[in-house]
């Protein structure tokens, strides 16, 4: 039970960072309607340049844990949010209204750079960190088993949250939400009737790069180690993550991060370690073989 | 003017981009990460950046042109040059050995494999118009049946073709069945899963597949029974031929052998579009609704696709293993499926000389950036470059990942974009792409 709950905890935590990735990758998705490979390496340089900041920050004298925290996370968001609008600019919006499987291959190719970028110019070698915010709370012992919450998951939980709090009425009550809705309902209305589709999708990668550095921040803080190579994996666990919550959907992405997150923790926690990637991705089969829409996607209307 | 504003817009854009990870490197020292600071580099790459922006601005002036709409005439001129270049192709494959450069064969053999599992994707994605992001899946299923099948029961490599060819198939089956009402990028990322559920299994499943570590000792092809062994005894190619053995001898051998394998991948697909399964499809393709209520069966048409062309996946992941000796998980990532996959859009989709030229450029233009940038390392000595020098290699990838985001924003549509239709009803003309349909999945 004390066990569970623990791996309830953890699985939680993780499954927020996923699902701040998949939100980048179904809000692309639901809009222009492609796979942007490329969005698990914007989430790894956002990592990047929270480490980075991290160091300049404690080589400019700043001692104080939440300053520096806050300047961190906002540094990287404006950062990565710019790769994000790069991105989209240079391999995607000259492909914009050509066959399908152009800006895919466009998009492996942005990731192939900028993995191989963050290589050249960081190094090979894992890069580890100590430990920011140590500590927690103990919540229950039994058995002898104590559960801990520590100070770290809860910054997480809490950073999310209020990140998609933010997102959320970013969406549903601006104008630029608005903008967004009426893309994602039908792009070539919405530009018929006067919305900038351009700016507007632009806009999109910005905030779905901005939310995934915020996730790459928190990987940085919880893990305390990455590599350029952790935006591939964690990538396409969060675009299963948006496919299982059903793609387009943003509180689909979400629910499916926290799913994800739990299934690998508790498949660690209980079966094996080494095939907890296997079961993530048995269980996206499984799912899409009952619901080929995923969970909260809508079924596509065909029109012939 | 304008293209001034706009290069120093880029530039600056370039400046936050590449500031801090450029410009200020966590590097690992004694006592955990510090910071370096490398301002000429970072002054280097937004230079030119700056430099870049401006000429193309000035070249092409600031709004880039519509994506230019095939020309009939030129499609036409195309199909038309590829009826020539097609069997010039062959014959330089065919002489290519005589060259005797050991090279130039280790290289043909490369692009051969690449065509081959260009060719075998080309099924599923080009003809069938389903996406597959796992093909690599099948490769190493072909791999490691011949290397497991070959060194537990010391079976021959011509004997375990077939083998590994029909197991792979049986797993493009299965593969097939669960996703069968799955569309587009749905497909995409369960093939994708697919492809790393394999790899997972494969490195982590020690008693059978030895793990990371791989399988070494994989045996040779022999011709007829005769092994090209360098001891030149009865049973052997030298022996029995009389002549000297040499390395040169398996090596060419080994070209042949997958020059046949391409060849026989190419002539299958080619005859397959004529049969009613190929046309179905392309017409799949086209519009699954149709075809549906036309009374194709999408299940079977589907899976038949995806059986034949892991089918030929697993020919070319046999002939890897007995080529390489050694085979380990880290040769199916990825990365593989995505260059085959690469190949088969830039090839055009479908066209078959299409993804032999696409091949030839991707793969043959990777190894000559391969040996390039490190006779460029080479020639750096002066002690201005000492940083760069040794790192050139690394940015060979970085170079191919640009290169197929150059290639897919000028030909969206491959190289080799125009068809001729299966099925005309007068006599057959190739159509452009706009008129092919891409698939939904």
């Known amino acids: ?304 | 003017m304008t293209a001034l504003r706009d290069a120093f817009v880029s530039a600056l854009v370039a400046l936050g981009l590449f500031g801090p990870l450029v410009g200020l490197v966590a590097a690992s020292g004694e006592h955990g990460l510090s910071l370096h600071v490398r301002p000429v580099a970072t002054a280097v790459v937004v230079g030119l950046v700056f430099l870049g922006r401006l000429l193309i601005v000035s070249w092409r002036g600031r709004n880039r042109r519509p994506i230019a709409k095939t020309n009939r005439a030129r499609t036409e001129r195309l199909s038309r040059t590829g009826q020539y270049i097609a069997p010039v192709l062959l014959i330089a494959a065919v002489a290519l050995p005589f060259t005797g450069s050991r090279y130039y064969i280790d290289l043909g053999t490369l692009v051969l494999t690449y065509i081959m599992l260009g060719w075998g994707l080309n099924i599923v994605v080009g003809l069938a118009g389903l996406l597959d992001l796992g093909y690599v899946a099948f490769y190493a299923v072909g791999a490691y049946s011949y290397a497991l099948l070959a060194t537990t029961f010391g079976l021959g490599f011509w004997t375990c073709l077939p083998l590994a060819g029909i197991l792979a198939a049986l797993w493009g089956v299965m593969l097939g069945f669960p996703v069968l009402r799955l569309r587009g990028d749905y497909l995409a990322i369960v093939t994708l899963a697919f492809g790393e559920i394999i790899r997972i299994v494969l490195i982590n499943w020690v008693s059978l597949t030895n793990g990371p570590n791989g399988i070494g000792g994989i045996p040779r092809p022999t011709l007829f029974g005769l092994a090209f062994s360098m001891d030149g005894g009865p049973g052997t190619f030298g022996g029995f031929f009389h002549i000297e053995p040499a390395v040169i001898q398996r090596i060419d051998f080994l070209y042949y052998v997958i020059l046949g394998l391409a060849l026989l991948t190419n002539w299958v697909s080619l005859r397959l579009r004529r049969l009613p399964l190929g046309r179905a499809w392309e017409a799949l393709r086209e519009d699954e609704v149709a075809c549906r209520s036309l009374g194709i069966n999408v299940r079977n048409t589907k899976l038949t696709a995806f059986g034949i062309g892991a089918l030929f996946g697993g020919f070319a992941g046999a002939f890897f293993a007995t080529r390489q000796a050694f085979i380990s998980p880290e040769s199916f990532t990825f990365i593989e499926s995505a260059t085959v996959l690469a190949i088969v859009v830039l090839g055009g989709l479908g066209s078959q000389l299409g993804v032999a030229l696409a091949a030839i450029v991707m793969v043959g233009g990777l190894e000559a950036l391969r040996d390039g940038l490190s006779f460029l390392g080479d020639q750096m000595n002066s002690p201005i470059f000492a940083g760069i020098a040794s790192e050139l290699p690394l940015y060979r990838m970085l170079i191919f990942g640009l290169a197929l985001v150059v290639m897919m924003v000028l030909r969206p549509r491959g190289l080799v974009s125009g068809r001729t239709p299966g099925v005309a009803l007068t006599k057959p003309k190739a159509i452009g792409p706009d008129l092919v349909a891409e698939g939904r999945g």
């Open chain 1, 1 to 304: 039970m004390a066990y569970a709950l623990q791996q309830l905890i953890n699985g939680v935590t993780l499954g927020m960072i996923y699902g701040l990735i998949a939100v980048g990758y179904t809000m692309v998705y639901g809009i222009v309607g492609m796979i942007n490979f490329a969005h698990g390496d914007v989430f790894m340089v956002g990592s990047f340049l929270s480490l980075i900041a991290l160091l300049a920050l404690s080589a400019l004298g700043i001692t104080s844990v939440p300053l520096a925290l806050a300047l961190t996370l906002v540094f990287a968001a404006a950062i990565a949010a710019l790769y994000g609008w790069t991105v989209e600019r240079v391999a995607y919006r000259p492909l914009r209204g050509s066959f399908r499987l152009a800006p895919l291959i466009s998009a492996i190719g942005m990731s192939i750079v900028l993995q191989n970028f963050v290589q050249v110019s960081q190094g090979a070698r894992v890069k580890p960190i100590e430990a920011i915010i140590p500590g927690g709370i103990h919540l229950m012992d039994q058995g002898g088993f104590a559960v801990q919450l520590s100070w770290m998951q809860m910054a997480i939980m809490a950073i999310t949250l209020f990140i998609l709090a933010i997102f959320t009425w970013l969406v549903t009550k601006t104008p630029l939400g608005r903008t967004m809705r009426a893309c994602e309902q039908d792009l070539k209305m919405a530009s018929l009737l006067g919305i900038d589709t351009d700016r507007t999708i632009g806009l999109t990668f910005v905030i779905g790069a901005a939310l995934a550095a915020v996730a790459g921040f928190m990987f940085l803080l919880y893990y305390g180690v990455i590599d350029f190579y952790i935006g591939f994996i964690a990538g396409i666990k969060a675009f299963t993550a948006a496919v299982l919550g059903g793609i387009g959907s943003l509180p689909g992405a979400v629910l499916g991060g926290l799913l994800i997150g739990l299934i690998e923790v508790f498949w660690s926690a209980y079966f094996s370690v080494e095939y907890k990637d296997v079961a993530a991705f048995s269980i996206l089969i499984v799912v899409l073989v009952f619901m080929p829409t995923g969970i909260l996607g809508r079924a596509e209307v065909e029109k012939v």
